[in-house]
């Protein structure tokens, strides 16, 4: 009776064993399962940063062209761009001039 018993036990406990192996796998496919998914979402999260990069370096590179040449143009023709004091039409919000308020109000 003891080895009936025996046998009884050690199948009970191999199929513990084998349903806690069996819970075990799952939860370790799913661990996996998780860790795929979160791989493949950062891979398409890195390309869509890339790629706004690569769009973000593109503009900065076509407004620094436009600065270069608009730079270029200010320096050929820097005598039509020059402002003058004389041509400097004052307004009544600005600070006076060096030489005074020459202009302004009525001359007593």
Same mark, same amino acid.
């Given at each position: 009776m003891m080895e009936k018993e025996s046998e009884s036990i050690d199948s009970m406990i191999a199929r513990h064993i084998g349903v806690f192996a069996e819970s075990i796998q799952h939860k370790l496919d799913l661990?996996?399962? *998780?860790?795929?998914a979160l791989s493949d979402r950062m891979d398409r999260r890195l390309a869509e940063i890339e790629h706004r990069s690569g769009c973000v370096e593109h503009k900065l590179d076509a407004v620094a062209?436009?600065?270069s040449a608009h730079r270029a143009d200010? !320096? #050929?023709?820097?005598? #039509?761009y020059k402002i003058k004091e004389d041509d400097? #039409?004052?307004?009544p919000f600005s600070p006076p001039l060096a030489g005074g308020d020459e202009g !302004? *109000? !009525?001359k007593t």
């Amino acid at each position: 009776m003891m080895e009936k018993e025996s046998e009884s036990i050690d199948s009970m406990i191999a199929r513990h064993i084998g349903v806690f192996a069996e819970s075990i796998q799952h939860k370790l496919d799913l661990i996996v399962e *998780g860790q795929q998914a979160l791989s493949d979402r950062m891979d398409r999260r890195l390309a869509e940063i890339e790629h706004r990069s690569g769009c973000v370096e593109h503009k900065l590179d076509a407004v620094a062209a436009d600065l270069s040449a608009h730079r270029a143009d200010t !320096e #050929v023709h820097r005598k #039509v761009y020059k402002i003058k004091e004389d041509d400097f #039409v004052k307004s009544p919000f600005s600070p006076p001039l060096a030489g005074g308020d020459e202009g !302004e *109000g !009525e001359k007593t």
